[in-house]
């Protein structure tokens, strides 16, 4: 099936008429005359929607000529490189969009499209004006030194560029430490380990600090690779550097572990965390398989979607019972998960449990009578779920003397996270990587790149910070997850009918704002999207 549709004549008319610059707070006139943020300090993104025949909208991301409209441009340089000679065609249609949803009826309407990301005829950024910033924030992932590596490399051998500096230590690193000069050579084999070179952390986004150091240091492209709080604070960066009329493009890279980024189809490093993961799955039920009524309990990464637990599930179908965030379960009475690992046990003689990190923090939260507390970037701190079940479980089998068990935690969350990327994942941060270039070179800025429905795209930062991804647990993958365990789903018949109705409600919502043509058209609600949803 083609992701890619290119806009056609009376398409194209339609974009010319139509295009709809919505809630701009700091036109080019008013950056000019030095316009100062709101009391709450924040700008609303400006939002560009085209519309088209047949329902046709493309969410259009910002670019430098829409505040700085004099802007000369300049002949691509990869027409003159000779590894690009034998390629049919160098440059992106300028009509190319990707479209966000791919399974249609023949009565459907075009939808939602994204601008194809790639090279273009013309760049904005001559090859020795450039000064390259790259900033890693957040947590670690698989995949962010081959990111920094492709971007330094893509730059370097396929624009020209030659002055690319790293940001350490995150956000704060703009205004408290001194950036480090990448090059070709500096990062060749960085790729071939964990973390990243640059540091990290999280917090310490001071925006007026960040952007006075662009200006400082002549920094005019940025590249940041985070999640979607670190995609937040870039999208913060782009409007103060909007609002300072400055010719640089702020772009970004979108990082989780936990696949819980919304619109894309996956995110980097995921794939590696997914085959790590198998790595802990069998260990535990080689534990579990070789002692009398053995349990192991393994927890995973997953804060708020339950992705890597359901993926490595899937993956080893050693697992019994696999628990999510998105899923609801309690432990005692009637179908509860007690009763269930009670059955479990006097039918096979061991079992494998595996619970993402989020899993159960209501009923960890009540018996424990805890407060709510958060990290540097706002997150929910999370109590150990794992060691809750565990002891949970062995308290329940205490009650019953001739009932023994044997019970193995293992909790490899930072270990999967702190490992190189595998060989699926370095190609994906590759073109991640050489994506991001090619739209800052032609002068695109304020967006994010990733793939949509296979096709690279670049997408607005709001679309991909408004929601997060959620596994939906009335789609069919998670059905195949409960075929593959035999577990119960811990749901009542009530449940499952309001999480349907809340998916048609969000569906009929997202399709009403587009038809009144507001800006933020709604997607990917805690219960209405998921990469289930595309299978």
Known sequence: MEAVGVAPAPVAAAVKKKLLDLKDPFPAAAAANGAKASPAGKWAMKKKLVGGDAGYVLEDVPHLTDYLPELPTFPNPLQDNPAYSVVKQYFVNPDDTVTQKIVVHKTSARGTHFRRAGPRQRVYFQSDEVNAAIVTCGGLCPGLNTVVRELVCGLYDMYGVTSVVGIEGGYKGFYSKNTIPLTPKSVNDIHKRGGTILGTSRGGHDTAKIVDCLQDRGINQVYII??????????????????????????????????????????????????????????????????????????????????????????????????????????????GLLEFIERRLKDNGHMVIVVAEGAGQDLIAKSMNFVDTQDASGNKLLLDVGLWLSQKIKDHFKKKPNFPITLKYIDPTYMIRAVKSNASDNVYCTLLAHSALHGAMAGYTGFTVAPVNGRHAYIPFYRITEKQNKVVITDRMWARVLCSTNQPCFLSHEDVENMKHDDDHEHHLHNTQLLEGESSPLKNSPKCNGLAAAV
């Open 226 to 335: 985070g999640g979607d709080g670190t995609q937040k604070g870039a999208s913060v960066i782009y409007e103060e550097v909007r609002r300072r009329g400055l010719k640089c493009s702020v772009v970004g890279v979108p990082k989780t572990i936990d696949n819980d980024i919304a619109v894309i189809d996956k995110s980097f490093g995921f794939d590696t965390a997914v085959e790590e993961a198998q790595r802990a799955i069998n260990a535990a039920h080689v534990e579990a398989e070789s002692a009398e009524n053995g349990i192991g309990v393994v927890k995973l990464m997953g804060r708020n979607s339950g992705f890597i637990a359901m993926y490595a599930t899937l993956a080893s179908r050693d697992v019994d019972c696999c628990l999510i965030p998105e899923s609801p379960f309690y432990l005692e009475g009637k179908g």
